[in-house]
């Protein structure tokens, strides 16, 4: 994979027509009306538009938490939409990491375990103590959630998430519960690990500044992609005035 | 309709399954208490009404033969009501395709006029009239045990004489609810009936001409019985009257009187450890449901909204639940009450059923089952509420296990993430923990109190008929006979040994006490019939008997050569002690009266008896070595033989099969502990059910959000599901045990209410019954977590994700 990265990108997630009802009793909520897109190994991605327009739900069908109405997902070539619901569970296991706006801890478990959680049930995971390590958290490991605070616990959810080496990281609104000081700190973890172990990483967001961060920025708009921009020069998030 | 309202309606369709299983468990509780008191008042007043208007005797008397003008000063005695003389004698049956021998009891009816005493209820047909020789009513379960309707004829040996007689009417008599054969412990229809017939033909039949040998009063509100019977006895003296008695010797009233006295011990004790049981779990439960509504209740305070109006609507949606609840269980606590009803009157064939529906059980059962669930809730909503908002809306912090969890931390990273949620989830809130397990053994407590009634009784019986009467039958002969009557019965067909025994009909006092009873005399060492009980050494624990708990094994009581050994309850009701003496009048023969010794007291199941080596009893009588009866036993092979020849042989008189009358007593158990035991063995499960469910539920309500994150990570629905199956087997495991030591204590608690004269219940659980309350615990658990286990399957994952915690 590493070997492909420089001179012919692979294609990592390819998304052809997908759209996605919402039906709730005679009301029809069209949340994806026709998206076409390919995220490539080693992509930063950000998502960016207006409220509704339909990213949580893009994202949610390519980490296979959700299933298109229609239209075609492929991971690597593989149709996601006709996975199975276990075969959809193992493929979240093996090769996707989540980020979310609420953290999402367990809050019976430290840090540490929070960790371990995923790395058990990976196949070729990093150790806990390595995934905290890398989002800067050796001091915090045996704390639990209640006693970190929220950009801590953003990256106690970051090392969760990288520890099992994912193929793709989806991050939705990582900073949204963040003030800049905090959310720079979690970007710089981001982007690390999309540096240091190449993963393909796709970030939403509502701050527009961050956009300089990425390869490639998608502007959503009433459920479809209304324009893609690719950064010729990127930032490092320190860099990012927001 | 507030927004608060519509808040509340939109929850409890939310969670109409919950509500649900909640109603069910607190309708279980109520509904035990409606049906056991209904029940228990209903027959209490349908026997009442019954004795009252079929004019039941208060006091019973019998002689050998007086003449029927002294019926006229009986009539004067003051306090007496009325009185009726008759003739009762007992006849052999010979009925048409029954194998068996039977008895009647020929019961004379007044030649003028219809009884003023024990009237007679006509289910069909008519009396017979004067003049009809050969006409008979009988009673009604005997009819329906050979399947007689009017028209029907069967033969008896009358005096000696073999006559075939019509049935003309079927009655019944509130004298003979329970009617028992002689020889016979307990009833049994098929081999025991009574026979009405007209007086001229008694009379004739036993030579028995303008006589009479037995007495019914019926007393005024206002007199004495004791001042009645003395007098009555000193009329019937003459004329060798045994000594008279009141209704509680009366073996159908006393009867039906133990049976009534255990349905009122079960509906005094099981419906309120019933009650108390579910509505202390819907407390709990709603403690734990209001408690998961942590952050909205915080949310609505932030909001602006007053403690007073948060904690109402709460207590407006546990109200709700809870009248449902105790509606239902009004509509089932009544329903199956009418049918217990239905089936004991059926049993103790009453003519007619009084029900009565007391209003204080429902209002009683109504308020406590509704305080129950408010208190739960307002205790919830209250702890919340004195917290601050913004701290209500947080989850708890999990502050207490950290010391923990730093010293065994080497230790937790061998095991699995998920067993330390488990775990942790658990160490973290031990009242929770404990609260669920203690449900889980409060539902099999119950189950254990509602089962063990059929292993005490059926111990009972094994005590009874195995172990201590273990002939195959009795023969009675209504008089004393010679000994050589031993070796009359022993050459009968089939007979392979044959023990003698005495009866004496006595009256002991000590002091003020006194009570009519029989002293058995027995020779030394039988093997058939043995007198077995409990050798009473009493073990002293913290100031308690505990020997009856611990100590059910018999023993033979060896009779002493001289002196009286005496059931411990007869004993008590006497109020003597080993060595004291008693003083014995005897009420047949010489009338002699002597003070005895008691020598043996010993606990025992059945009955008010005393016993006495056979030759000392002799003595004691002044007479020679006289016999009441044999017991034997049969070879099964020469049974039909046997009974051939006693159905032909007059001079036997009456036998007692006590090995078919056993066969019959347990069926007549079985009917009635059983279907008991089914309502509240159902309602025990319901309970269980309630309360596994609901565990599981709130289980899934406290953890759903962690769970759904779990699947977000890729964990598999069985490996998140397997998360609420260990936890809820935990407390399974652990509220099993203690459900057997509650319950182990509710048992006891109840059979203390079994007593009576009649019999002792002893106090027994099987292993069985411990296993089977487990057993049904473990399926309800079983159940309620596949039902869980689907809501599981179908978290929302996106939802979680959206949303704070
Ligand atoms: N479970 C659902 N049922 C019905 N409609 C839904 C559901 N989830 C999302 N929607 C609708 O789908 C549309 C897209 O939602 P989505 O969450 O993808 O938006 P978004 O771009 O992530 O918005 P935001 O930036 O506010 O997070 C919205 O109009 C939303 O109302
Ligand atoms: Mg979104």
């Known amino acids: 994979m590493k070997a492909k990265k420089k001179s012919e990108p692979a294609e990592v997630f390819r998304a052809e027509g997908v759209t996605k009802i919402y039906r709730t009793g005679d009301v029809e909520v069209h949340a994806l009306r026709g998206v076409d897109m390919a995220l ?28 298109a109405s229609g239209g075609q997902v492929l991971f690597r070539g593989e149709e996601l939409t006709a996975l199975s619901e276990s075969a959809l569970t193992l493929y979240r296991r093996h090769n996707v990491g989540f980020v979310f706006q609420f953290y999402n801890l367990i809050s019976s478990l430290t840090a540490r375990e929070n960790v371990a959680l995923v790395t058990e049930i990976a196949e070729n995971p990093m150790r806990p103590e390595e995934a905290l390590d890398l989002v800067g958290l050796t001091e915090r490991m ?101 | 309709m507030l927004a608060l309202d519509r808040k509340m309606l939109r929850d409890l369709r939310a969670m109409w399954s919950q509500a649900l299983a909640i109603a069910l468990v607190l309708a279980a509780g109520v509904a035990t208490l409606i049906l056991a008191v209904g029940a228990y008042r209903s027959l209490d007043e349908t026997r009442t009404a019954y004795y009252e208007r079929y004019r039941f005797a208060h006091v019973f008397a019998s002689a050998t033969r007086a003449p029927r003008g002294l019926i006229e000063r009986i009539r004067e005695i003051p306090g007496v009501a009325a009185a009726e003389a ?12 029954f194998a068996l021998p039977a008895n009647g009891l020929v019961v004379s009816l007044p030649a003028h006029g219809s009884a003023q005493v024990n009237k007679l209820f006509i289910r069909s047909g008519r009396l017979p009239q004067n003049g009809e020789t050969a006409a008979v009513a009988i009673n009604e379960d005997f009819a329906t045990a050979h399947g007689f309707r009017v028209g029907s004829q069967f033969q008896a ?69 004791p001042d009645v019977i003395k007098h009555l006895d000193t009329l019937l003296a003459r004329y060798g009257g045994t000594a008279s008695y009141g209704r509680k010797d009366q073996f159908s009233h006393a009867f039906l009187d133990a049976e009534l006295q255990q349905l009122s011990a079960m509906s005094r004790i099981l419906p309120p450890i019933f009650l108390v049981v579910t509505v202390f779990l819907i407390n709990m439960i709603l403690t734990r449901l209001i408690a998961l509504e942590r952050e909205q209740i915080g949310l609505l305070k932030a909001l602006g909204y007053r403690s007073t109006a948060i904690a109402m609507h709460y207590i407006k949606l546990v109200i709700v639940i809870a009248v449902l609840g105790v509606a239902i269980g009004f509509v089932l606590g009544t329903w199956l009450g009418d049918l217990l009803t239905r089936m004991y009157g059926d049993f103790f064939h009453f003519p007619f059923l009084v029900f009565q529906r007391s209003a204080d059980i429902y209002v009683a059962s109504a308020a406590i089952s509704v305080a129950a669930a408010v208190l739960g809730a307002a205790r919830a909503a209250w702890q ?72 005490s009784v059926n111990f009972m019986i094994d005590a009874t008929f195995f172990q201590s009467d273990r002939q195959d039958a009795t023969f009675t002969f209504g ?115 002597v003070e ?23 003595d004691l009588l002044d007479e020679g070595p006289n016999v009441s009866g044999v017991h034997v036993a049969v070879d099964k092979r020469y049974e039909a033989d046997l009974y051939e020849v006693i159905k032909n042989t007059p001079a036997l008189s009456a036998i007692g099969l006590q090995k078919v009358s056993l066969e019959k007593f347990r069926a007549t158990m079985a009917e009635n502990i059983v279907f008991m035991t089914l309502v509240y063995t159902s309602l025990g499960m319901l309970i269980a059910f309630g309360v596994a469910y609901n565990s599981a539920r709130i289980q899934l309500s406290e953890r759903g959000r962690e769970l759904a994150s779990l699947r977000v990570l890729g964990f598999t629905r069985a490996e998140v599901g397997r998360i609420l199956i260990v936890e809820l087997a935990i407390f399974t495991i652990a509220g099993i045990p203690l459900g057997w030591l509650i319950g182990y204590g509710f048992a006891w608690i109840l059979i203390q209410g079994f007593e009576s004269e009649l019999y002792r219940v002893p106090f027994v659980i099987e292993r069985s019954t411990f296993a089977l309350a487990a057993l049904v615990i473990l399926a309800a658990v079983t159940v309620s977590m596949l039902i869980v286990r689907r809501r599981v399957n179908n978290l929302d994952l996106i939802e979680v994700l959206k949303t704070r915690e």
């Open chain 1, 142 to 242: 045996d704390h639990f959630p209640a006693q970190l605070s929220g950009g801590e616990q953003q990256r106690v959810a970051i090392a969760r998430a990288i520890a099992k080496r994912p193929e793709v990281l989806l991050c939705d609104e990582p900073t949204g519960a963040l003030d800049s000081k905090i959310g720079i700190i979690v970007l710089e973890a981001l982007t690390a690990v999309n540096e240091e172990l190449g993963t393909t990483t796709a970030i939403i967001t509502h701050n527009a500044a961050i956009r300089e961060i990425a390869h490639r920025v998608f502007y959503f708009a009433d459920g479809r992609i209304a324009s893609t921009h690719v950064n010729d020069r990127r930032l490092k998030p320190g860099d990012v005035t927001w």
């Open chain 2, 384 to 455: 919340t509420l004195t917290l601050s908002p913004a701290v209500a809306m947080q989850p708890p912090a999990p502050a207490r296990y950290r010391q923990l969890l730093r010293r065994r931390s080497a230790l937790l990273r061998h095991i699995s993430q998920l067993t330390v949620m488990v775990l942790r989830h658990i160490i973290r809130s031990p009242l929770r923990a404990g609260v669920t397990t203690l449900g889980i053994s409060l539902s099999v407590a119950v189950l254990v109190t509602s089962l063990f009634p059929v292993n």
């Open chain 2, 86 to 97: 008759r003739i009762q004698e007992f006849a052999l049956l010979d009925i048409d395709g």
């Open chain 2, 479 to 593: 008089d004393e006979r010679p000994p050589r009557v031993l070796q009359d019965v022993a050459r009968l067909p089939g007979v392979l040994s044959a023990e003698p025994f005495r009866t004496v009909s006595v009256r002991m006092r000590q002091g003020q006490f006194e009570r009519r009873t029989q002293i058995v005399g027995r020779p030394p060492g039988t093997d058939l019939s043995q007198v077995l009980g409990q050798n009473v050494t009493p073990v002293f624990l913290l100031g308690a008997d505990f020997s009856q708990i611990l100590d059910q094994s018999l023993t033979q009581i060896s009779l002493p050569e001289s002196g009286l050994a005496l059931t411990e309850k007869l004993a008590q009701l006497l109020q003597v002690r080993q060595g004291d003496l008693v003083t014995v009048e005897v009420l047949e023969g010489h009338r002699a009266v």
């Open chain 2, 157 to 225: 040996i009358l005096h000696g004489r073999k006559r075939r007689l019509n049935v003309v009417g079927i009655a019944l008599s509130p004298e003979f609810i329970y009617a028992t054969g002689p020889g016979d412990f307990v009833p049994d229809d098929r081999r025991f009936g009574i026979l009405w017939m007209n007086e001229a033909v008694v009379e004739a039949s036993y030579n028995l001409e303008n006589a009479f040998n037995s007495v019914s009063l019926l007393l005024r509100r206002d007199a004495s019985e």
């Open chain 1, 40 to 67: 490539y190994a080693g992509e930063l991605a950000v998502l960016l538009g207006p409220s509704g327009s339909g990213k949580s739900t893009l994202l949610n069908i390519l980490g296979g938490l959700d299933t």
């Open chain 2, 596 to 618: 005895v010794p008691v020598t043996v007291i010993f606990k025992s199941f059945i009955g008010l008896a005393a016993y006495m080596e056979m030759q000392a009893l002799s």
